[in-house]
Nanobody, 123 residues
Framework: QVQLVESGGGLVQAGGSLRLSCVAS????????MAWFRQAPGKEREFVATISWNGLSTRYADSLKGRFTISRDNAKKMVYLQLSGLKPEDTAVYYC????????????????WGQGTQVSVSS
């Protein structure tokens, strides 16, 4: 079992930045590929970004590439999502997730999830 806890969300004006964090406990963090998903009210949970177990490979949703950056620190058992140039449509609950499969965007292949952290972007 892997436990994930997100933090760093909040209210920010359009154009602003936030850094989301996720701390892992339980099984070896370095064995898992990590990802961020988000879910806006009334919408399906969607893929945002993923990073491989060794940090050497990243993948982003095409619409977000260039604004969001995923990173990890295995020594600290942490994964991060840097949000820049935020837009009102970025408003959502952001979730951290872990998978044994590398570079996947499929929700069903992520077996462990955090509780989410709210990001709200005002105009």
């Amino acid at each position: 079992q892997v436990q994930l806890v997100e933090s760093g969300g909040g209210l920010v004006q359009a154009g602003g930045s936030l850094r989301l964090s996720c701390v892992a406990s339980g099984r070896a963090f370095g064995d898992y590929n990590m990802a961020w998903f988000r879910q806006a009210p009334g919408k399906e949970r969607e893929f945002v970004a993923t990073i491989s177990w060794n940090g050497l490979s990243t993948r982003y949703a095409d619409s977000l590439k260039g604004r969001f950056t995923i990173s990890r620190d295995n020594a600290k058992k942490m994964v991060y999502l840097q949000l820049s140039g935020l837009k009102p449509e970025d408003t959502a609950v952001y979730y951290c997730a872990a998978s044994p499969v590398v570079n996947t965007t499929e929700r069903g292949l992520y077996h462990y999830w955090g509780q989410g952290t709210q990001v709200s972007v005002s105009s």
